[in-house]
């Protein structure tokens, strides 16, 4: 079928998009074939299309995203008008004597309604959370109950809760599909309480606490929702995030680091974007399988892409060293490197390492920066650029440029050892 020049993207644009989101595949498998508590899930919030999952249905321990039901039943409370979001909720001593992290209430003392859901939200406080569930249910005991009877109403077959925090229990366990189907019921069931998920900071007894969802800061686009972690568990988070007018809502368990899991969950999200934007593109790009989930890419674009087309199959395992290699630009017979070769090229010398691409020079500018700052001890007096791309859709090229090419090949190594992906080029041949 002939292309669409009202809805197409020119084709070295979503070439190299799509080289882009190819390159990360053999190291992304290799780190979850490494890592047995991992599990992820991105979902388009409005289609409710899965774009991508990884062990979406594998028992996890959801840690702190336990809360997230927590607030759930808390909203519904205030919802239905049993509570108002100055109610007093009174502090117990079995709600005090909970492990951090905490807001550090005290037996005797009561706390607002609205003061415990920021608790829950920014603090992620675990006192605060047996508060809620003795002021709703009279027992934690039996609010876990309730929370477990509202999973299985929303159809989260495969969660269970023992209590209102996420600490540690064996038999407290959830998905990242369940995860995510928690979290788009708060977001269509409770619209006017969603914001409380963008906040990273509150007041409390003249005290200011900082949040731990630093997505919300370092991510273009992400207002929500919720960060998780327990030795059991690993580090897990709940994102939602808007690009264009499309909200994707995305899960990750089992982290080894904060930082890496945020890393890998920006990596999911921004594959995300781009994969929902190219599906309603098919008359240029029929089958993408930008996360590497076993499905064939095919580019079905002009005759000039047609000659070096290539269908790319998710690396097995022996294979991954090879793979991440020709991920780096190593492969002299890589196809996707000969069809970057055709792509335009900013006015810069020597070697690069492109770290992204982005519908907002801001997004592409976090990226850049978050490059620059893992390879500081590496590389000084980076030089950081952000280039607008020629065509009809504008997109931003995120690099760090004017490196030699041993430095280029290093960083990019160094980079991908860090869950970001890269790719390198050498100026006036690639990208």
């Known amino acids: 079928m002939a292309p669409n020049p009202s809805i197409a993207t020119p084709r070295s644009h979503v070439v190299f998009i799509f080289c882009m989101l190819v390159s990360g595949l053999s190291l992304f498998a290799s780190q979850v074939q490494a890592n047995p508590r991992y599990a992820s899930i991105v979902i388009d919030a409005q289609s409710g299309e899965v774009l991508s ?26 919802e239905s008008g049993r509570l108002t979001m100055e109610s007093q909720l009174p502090v117990s001593a079995h709600a005090a004597a909970q492990p951090p992290s905490k807001l550090w209430v005290r037996p005797g003392q009561t706390i ?16 605060v959370a047996a508060v809620v569930a003795e002021s709703l249910a009279g027992s934690e005991r ?33 998905t990242a599909r369940d995860m995510a189907t928690l979290s788009m019921h708060l977001m269509r069931d409770f619209p006017r309480f969603y914001g409380y998920f963008s906040r990273t900071h509150f007041a409390y ?31 897990n988070v709940a994102t ?3 690009r264009d007018g499309r909200r994707i809502v995305s899960v990750v368990m089992g982290g080894f680091t904060a930082k890496s899991r945020d890393a890998h969950m920006a990596d999911l999200l ?61 492969a002299q017979d890589d ?8 792509m335009d090229h900013p006015d810069t010398t020597g ?56 430095q280029a090949r290093r960083s990019c190594q160094q980079l991908a050892s860090q869950g970001m992906d890269c790719v390198v080029l050498r100026a006036g041949v690639g990208g």
């Open 53 to 78: 999952s990884e062990h979406a249905d594998a028992a996890r321990y959801p840690a702190s995203l336990t809360k997230m039901m927590t607030l759930y039943l808390l909203f519904e409370a205030v």
């Open 240 to 242: 939602s995030a808007v």
């Open 142 to 174: 039996a609010f876990a109950e309730r929370m477990t009877a509202k999973a299985r109403a929303m159809g989260m077959t495969s969660t269970t809760f023992r209590n209102a925090s996420g600490l540690p229990d064996d038999a407290q366990v959830t």
């Open 351 to 406: 070697w690069m390492v492109q770290v992204g691409a982005f519908s907002n020079r801001d997004g592409a500018q976090v990226r850049a920066n978050q490059a620059a700052t893992a390879l500081r001890s590496e590389l000084t007096n980076t030089r950081v650029s952000v280039v607008p791309a020629d065509g009809a859709r504008q997109m931003y090229r995120a690099r760090l440029i004017d490196l030699e090419e041993e």
């Open 270 to 330: 921004d594959r995300g974007f781009v994969r929902a934007s190219l599906l309603t593109r098919g008359d240029w790009i029929a089958k993408t399988d930008v996360f590497g989930t076993g499905e064939a890419i095919a580019l079905a674009a002009a005759p000039k892409a047609r000659s070096v087309a290539a269908t790319v199959a998710r690396p097995s395992a022996p294979a991954a060293a090879e793979a991440a290699a020709v991920a780096q630009g190593d």
């Open 112 to 127: 607002a309604v609205e003061e415990a859901i920021l608790a829950l939200v920014v603090r992620s406080a675990n006192d």
């Open 205 to 235: 007894r003249g005290k200011t606490y900082k949040g731990h969802n630093r997505l919300l800061d370092d991510y273009t686009g992400a207002d929500g929702l919720k960060t998780g972690y327990i030795r059991a568990s690993g580090f």
């Open 335 to 342: 196809p996707i490197r000969t069809l970057m070769a055709s």
